[in-house]
Nanobody
Framework: DVQLQASGGGLVQPGGILRLSCEAS????????MTWIRQAPGREVEWVAT???????YYSASVKGRFAIFRDTGRNTLYLQMNSLKPEDTARYYC??????????RGQGTQVTVSS
C-alpha cells in the first residue's frame, strides 16, 4: 500500500523556520514527482511546490524564494524547508504523489501554525 507519512509541523513565530518531512513507502519513490499542498480552515487546497523525478523544482508564487522542496531518494523522503514564515502560511500541509493536478495519493498531513 502507498503510504505518505508527513511530520515536522508545529507552532512557530513569524519569521521563523520549519522543515517538513514526508516518508514514502509502498512504491518506487524515485519514479514519481512529489508535491506539497496545503489547506487552511475554510479555504481551498493550495499547491505549494513540486519536485519531479529529475529533481527539477516548481513553486507557487506565494512561497517562491522562501520555501525549498527537495527529495532524498536513498531515504525515500520528501522535504519542505520553510523559511521566513508568515501567518498566512498557517495550514495543514500534505505531501502527495504526482504532479499537482494529477496527484493520486495524499498523506494525512502535518499542521503548521505561524503566530506570535
Amino acid at each position: 500500500d502507498v503510504q505518505l507519512q508527513a511530520s515536522g509541523g508545529g507552532l512557530v513565530q513569524p519569521g521563523g523556520i520549519l522543515r517538513l518531512s514526508c516518508e514514502a513507502s509502498g512504491f518506487t519513490f524515485s519514479d514519481y514527482a512529489m508535491t506539497w499542498i496545503r489547506q487552511a480552515p475554510g479555504r481551498e487546497v493550495e499547491w505549494v511546490a513540486t519536485v519531479n523525478e529529475h529533481h527539477v523544482t516548481y513553486y507557487s508564487a506565494s512561497v517562491k524564494g522562501r520555501f525549498a522542496i527537495f527529495r532524498d531518494t536513498g531515504r525515500n523522503t520528501l522535504y519542505l524547508q520553510m523559511n521566513s514564515l508568515k501567518p498566512e502560511d498557517t495550514a495543514r500541509y500534505y505531501c502527495a504523489r504526482g504532479l499537482y493536478g494529477s496527484v493520486d495519493y495524499r498523506g494525512q498531513g502535518t499542521q503548521v501554525t505561524v503566530s506570535s
